[in-house]
């Protein structure tokens, strides 16, 4: 059931109305008559887009946390009008504001007297609704004095960025203070940007700023700008959506312009796997270029010589994860320790050890033995081949055999102790799911096996088989697989894999990345002592904090010998924590899920988005109140601040967790409700005025740049 509160009251009605602008610091151009309804503002932002990344990059960061947003394409001559009817109109009587934000590609993207930039000014004023100019130029009409008077124009790649007090007080408090942009090559610009101090008078309040470079002083990046009753965001420098410095700031962005109040939530996360524990790994053959046992050599070529963690493994690895505060998930084969102890008089010390440890980790079932279980393997060549029945028929494993290995695996694990999540699983090699180009379909009786031992969450090679599915019973979770080898338990030996992949035949490498479309070779090989530390310790904790970032949930995954011998994946795990640790406050801490949890947040985003890309959501503010419907079954994510509770039909609760400033969370409506309500607390009055020179009711065009100074966009950055 909606709710709606009327005032009742001519003064309590004007006072309410009148807390709406000012909770969103300005006030109306002509405040709201007492005898008139409250406004209704829908949860949805406009995003006027000039198809380039910055807009683009605003646009991904609304999609992934779930926030309804409409783009406007000015390129396309089919799009629709900005005027005061695409902007507002009323609704169950009173006045409506259709978009709670605005996004410009810049501070006025529009031709001189342009009737749409009008349009949209009167209505920022009219109904408070604040802007963010993506990427504009630093110039008087944006509060900033041009460039060349004692500014910047030109490569920020590498600047040294500063989240200032009023930053860290505002929309940035869930960051440290300090990060770099990215340098990734010396030799292209990645990054553009324009830094200036505000001009003299104008009411404007820097968030983000940095040195010049070669000068003194600092200069904005990243500010507020208030003037003629409306309120800027004004961005400076030029990013896309998936480098760290827009990834940092994405979240201060979309929380200023929305105030908080929005639909949709995002968090942090990083999980990380460790498959074949108790079990151990074939190891890479740095002469043959293959791996011996495994089915990349030719049969009976090398000999075996396998990696497997030992007690004092363990020991370190309890002990970095209690350090740490992040708990490693173990995917483990019980049938490894029996093995073990067949071939060792009974004995088998990493076991022990680890069941004796074994409430410092999350604990996945791996299968038994860790078979392959999709199509029976001919490995009688290189690369090997689905088994075939005379009728030519592809030859799978059985149900029976596929059942057994999960049955047995739980049933170990049972006896040893460990705390167990039946539902879930991840099979050896996630075999049993499609394999390119061998086995293009699943095993036709994984499914059934499935069911058959309630498993509920299945694991997936995201490289492969990124989007959630199901397969019977079960829904997919994806993993990110590190590129810290399964077959190498040494720096060396990593650094030699490496080399062989990515270098040409030219260079002494296989020449796989050689006309791949998405595999880039190396220069040169990398050193075997310094490469790993000095390049692929670096590149893989950049891609896992892009993942991180992005705040992607989805977990990656290493393998028990890279926890063995050298440790070669604690320094990888180390530098994401200490960067994220180094970049966030207290406020915004890791999330570190469980498969299940993962798989359950994947699955209701996916409900979600779904539901607000078709247009069966709706959610409005009225006042204190914010009202969202949806289809039944799916839950409501949204962000708001700290003090809303939710509206029962007896009574009140608290809603959502505290994240980063604010609390969020998903919720359903309750017993005998069609909707979720949402009481917001009282917002203070925002600081600073309105007013200060700057734009009229009609601003004039963007400024020419200075002779010699283009505005690039900024280059694609691969991840």
Not at 667 to 683: C, F, I, R
Request: hydrophobic share 35%.
């Amino acid at each position: 059931m909606k709710r709606t509160r009327v005032r009742r009251t001519m003064r309590t009605a004007a006072l309410t109305a009148g807390a709406l602008f000012i909770s969103l610091g300005v006030l109306p151009a002509d405040p709201v008559r007492a005898e008139e309804p409250e406004v209704r503002v829908d949860l949805r932002v406009l995003v006027v887009s000039d198809g380039g990344p910055a807009t683009s990059a605003i646009a991904a960061e609304l999609d992934g946390a779930g926030t309804p947003y409409t783009v406007v394409e000015l390129a396309d001559t089919g799009r629709p009008v900005i005027d005061a009817a695409f902007l507002a109109d009323s609704a169950d009587g009173r006045p409506r504001a259709k978009y709670q934000a605005v996004v410009l590609p810049n501070d006025n993207p529009f031709p001189s007297g342009s009737p749409e930039m009008a349009a949209l000014v009167a209505y920022e004023k009219a109904y408070g609704i604040p802007q963010v100019d993506a990427y504009t130029y630093a110039r008087p009409q944006a509060g900033l004095e041009y460039p060349v008077n004692g500014g910047y124009a030109g490569p920020v790649d590498g600047i040294a960025a500063q989240v200032t007090a009023a930053g860290q007080a505002g929309p940035f408090g869930y960051l440290d203070g300090a990060f770099a942009f990215e340098d990734n090559d010396p030799s292209v610009d990645e990054s553009w940007g324009f830094l200036s101090r505000p001009r003299a008078g104008a009411d404007f309040t820097t968030y983000v700023d940095a040195p010049l470079p070669g000068g003194t002083g600092r200069g904005t990046l990243v500010g507020e700008y208030r003037h003629d009753g409306r309120r800027e965001l004004v961005v400076t420098f030029v990013s896309n959506q998936y480098q760290r410095q827009f990834r940092l700031l994405a979240r201060g962005i979309v929380d200023w312009m929305t105030q908080g109040v929005r639909l949709g939530s995002s968090r942090n996360y990083f999980s990380v796997h460790v498959d074949d524990v108790f079990a151990s790994d074939d190891r890479w053959d740095t002469e043959l270029n293959c791996t011996p046992g495994d089915v990349d050599c030719q049969p009976g070529q090398g000999t075996p010589n396998p990696i497997r963690m030992t007690p004092d493994d363990v020991e370190h690895a309890t002990q970095w994860s209690r350090s740490r505060g992040f708990t490693l998930d173990l995917a483990y084969n019980g049938g490894g320790s029996v093995e073990y102890r067949e071939e060792h008089g009974g004995a088998d010390p990493l076991a022990d050890r680890l069941t004796a440890d074994r409430d410092a980790f999350r604990w996945v079932n791996h299968t038994y033995d860790h078979p392959y279980l999709g199509c029976e393997q001919d490995v009688s060549i290189v690369p090997w081949k689905c088994a075939t029945d005379p009728d030519g028929s592809t030859r799978f494993v059985t149900r029976a055999e596929i059942s057994r290995q999960i049955a047995d695996n739980r049933q170990w694990a049972e006896r040893a102790g460990l705390p167990l999540e039946a539902g879930e699983l991840v099979t050896g090699e996630h075999s049993g799911l499609k394999l390119l180009p061998q086995q293009p379909e699943d095993n036709p009786n994984l499914a059934p096996a499935l069911a058959d031992n309630g498993v509920a969450w299945l694991g997936s090679d995201n490289s492969r088989d990124p989007a959630q599915r199901q397969v019977g019973p079960a829904l997919t979770v994806s993993r990110y697989p590190m590129n810290v080898f399964y077959n190498v338990g040494r720096a060396a030996e990593q650094v030699d894999e490496y080399n062989w992949i990515y270098t040409s035949r030219a260079q002494g490498g296989s020449g796989i990345c050689e006309g791949s479309a998405t595999t880039t070779c190396l220069d040169a090989p990398l050193d075997t002592a310094t490469g790993y530390t000095g390049y692929i310790v670096p590149l893989e904790a950049q891609i896992a904090m892009g993942h991180v970032l992005a705040g992607d949930p989805r977990p990656h995954f290493i393998h028990q010998s890279n926890l063995a011998e050298d440790r070669i994946a604690y320094p990888v795990l180390d530098r994401v924590l200490d960067q994220y640790a180094a970049l966030y406050a207290d406020n915004a801490p890791l999330v570190n899920l469980r498969m299940k949890d993962i798989g359950a947040e994947l699955r209701e985003r996916a409900a979600w988005n779904g539901a607000v890309k078709a247009g069966q959501v709706t959610g409005h503010r009225i006042g204190d109140t914010v009202t969202v419907t949806a289809p039944e079954g799916i839950a409501v994510p949204a962000t708001m601040p700290s003090g809303t509770v939710r509206t029962l039909p007896d009574g009140t609760a608290a809603f959502g967790e505290p994240y980063a400033g604010t609390v969020s969370g998903r919720v359903s409506p309750g017993t005998g409700q069609d909707g979720v309500t949402l009481s917001l607390p009282t917002a203070p009055a925002a600081g600073g005025t309105t007013g200060g020179s700057g734009h009229g009711t009609t601003p004039a065009p963007v400024a020419p740049l200075p002779a010699g100074v283009t505005q690039p966009v900024a280059p694609g950055t691969e991840h």
